[in-house]
């Protein structure tokens, strides 16, 4: 609280003291060479005050400053003000303390390296008044003034509305934004479970394929003893060529099962991908050729027919023989009331009697005389 009694007793001090001075006779002519934005109204009897036009001015003893003060007390780079412009487009003085020895706003010391901002009737000093080292008319201090304001303000037609901050914005943006993340997150997932249900039908696919013709079986039959699964059409026309080994390992081949439920599973994936099915002529075409018509069929007393060339007549050869068929036994309806008539007659008709021949007796033997 004692710096801040301080300061506005200094404040008030300075305020009787600026309305004494002129306005222009007091001004260094040169710092006058720009357009002028802040002055430096000096407190120290002996130096002038100081107008500002660069948004840099660098205060010190080094010829190369901005502002030299020529005071063994102040070191080469002692300070410096710094013009620039806010976010929103508001004009901000800060200073930047450079010097070991320390520079003072409003009686505080800054530090080196520190900044501080100043606004209009802040006072800087530069050398601040000490018992037995400073005395009170050897400070260096100056009031900042501004002068002009060179803040880059709204056109007032502006609606309200748009000059003030939305607070909900950064939250609406925020969320936006995790939105967006998260659907992609999820379109990703979906992408890789796609490509993975892809990997898993294809690998399945090819479980379900023939070895003979490299296409989804049907009718599928298995060899004993290796287990391998071919289409019933396409491991017919295989046998049928005198082979009795398997297509794919060549094993002997003791019998023939149809696969009931691999033809179930088969099936029930196509129910799934329908896209897969074989055409009907394709299927006519397997149906035809397929000699398994019973669950197994053995190779050391069924290959024989087969190769011998015995297989079951095609379809179209069983549809003339059924017709064949069904034209003879029309023809022996027709025959059946003939015969009837003459098996009655037959009935009808006097046995004829057959006379058995007398069985011949033998002549019993005389009995030889005493």
Not at 216 to 243: E, T
Request: glycine fraction near 4%; charged fraction near 30%.
């Amino acid at each position: 609280m004692a710096s801040v009694q301080i300061t506005d007793l200094q404040r008030e001090r300075h305020q009787k003291y600026l309305e004494t001075v002129s306005d222009d006779a007091d001004i260094d002519p040169h710092t006058r060479q720009f357009e002028c934005w802040a002055r430096l109204n000096s407190l120290t009897k002996g130096l002038k005050h100081l107008e500002l036009s660069k948004s840099t001015v660098a205060f010190g003893r080094s010829p190369d400053n901005d502002i030299q003060v020529s005071d063994q007390r102040l070191s080469l780079k002692h300070c410096r003000i710094l013009r620039k412009l806010s976010e929103a487009g508001k004009m901000v003085v800060v200073l930047e303390d450079t010097s070991s020895n320390g520079t003072y706003l409003n009686g505080e010391i800054i530090g080196k390296g520190k900044f501080r901002e100043i606004k209009n009737g802040d006072e800087i000093t530069l050398l601040q008044e000490q018992p037995g080292i400073v005395k009170h008319e050897e400070l260096i201090a100056f009031i900042f003034e501004v002068v002009k304001d060179i803040s880059v303000v709204a056109p007032v037609a502006a609606p309200v509305a748009v000059l003030l901050p939305n607070p909900e914005a950064p939250k609406q943006s925020q969320q936006s934004q995790e939105d967006e993340e998260a659907k992609k997150r999820k379109d990703e997932q979906l992408k890789q479970e796609q490509l993975k249900k892809d990997k898993d039908d294809e690998m399945m696919a090819e479980q379900f394929d023939c070895g003979i013709c490299y296409q989804l079986m049907y009718q599928a039959v298995s060899l004993m003893p290796c287990l391998h699964n071919y289409c019933g059409g396409c491991f017919s026309d295989w046998i049928k060529r005198g082979n009795k080994d398997c297509p794919n390992c060549r094993d002997a081949i003791i019998m023939v099962k149809k696969n009931a439920n691999l033809n179930s599973i088969i099936d029930s994936y196509l129910a799934v991908k329908p896209q897969l099915k074989r055409t009907q002529a394709e299927i006519d075409e397997l149906i035809e050729k397929n000699i398994f018509k019973n669950d197994i069929f053995k190779m050391d007393t069924d290959f024989a027919a087969v190769a011998n060339k015995k297989a079951p007549a095609p379809v179209a050869a069983l549809v003339r023989a059924e017709s064949s068929s069904d034209t003879s036994s029309s023809e022996e309806e027709k025959e059946l009331p003939r015969k009837r008539l003459v098996r009655g007659a037959a009935a009808k008709a006097k046995p004829v009697a057959v006379k058995k021949a007398a069985p011949v007796k033998a002549e019993p033997k005389k009995r030889a005389a005493k």
